[in-house]
């Protein structure tokens, strides 16, 4: 049974970091790329950040320098690291794994950036 397990969302000041975790499971992790999605209230999922089984890794425009993503192969886990964090950040995030038709999806953590 494939999961997809997200961990590490919060409540976090403006300029303050916070550290998602995917936990995947039910599937050869190290096979396909892995990517971090969000969506906030009204708005449409958008792509954060993804990386890809070779490591090559890319990301929205919007979080270019203050966010980084990895992947642990040996802890079937991928990462993404959020810095300087802003209340335009505020969504729930969700991990992502895909290889050809295969597309998976976890439950989704909410990340809220506010005072």
């Known amino acids: 049974q494939v999961q997809l397990v997200e961990s590490g969302g919060g409540l976090v000041q403006p300029g303050g970091s916070l550290r998602l975790s995917c936990a995947a499971s039910g599937f050869t992790f190290s096979l396909y790329a892995m990517s971090w999605y969000r969506q906030a209230p009204g708005k449409q999922r958008e792509l954060v950040a993804r990386i890809t089984s070779g490591g090559s890794t890319n990301y929205a425009d919007s979080v270019k320098g203050r966010f980084t993503i990895s992947r642990d192969n040996a802890k079937n886990t991928v990462y993404l690291q959020m810095n300087s964090l802003k209340p335009e950040d505020t969504a729930v995030y969700y991990c992502?794994?895909?290889?050809?038709?295969?597309?998976?999806w976890g439950q989704g953590t909410q990340v809220t950036v506010s005072s």
């Open positions: 992502n794994a895909k290889m050809f038709s295969n597309d998976y």
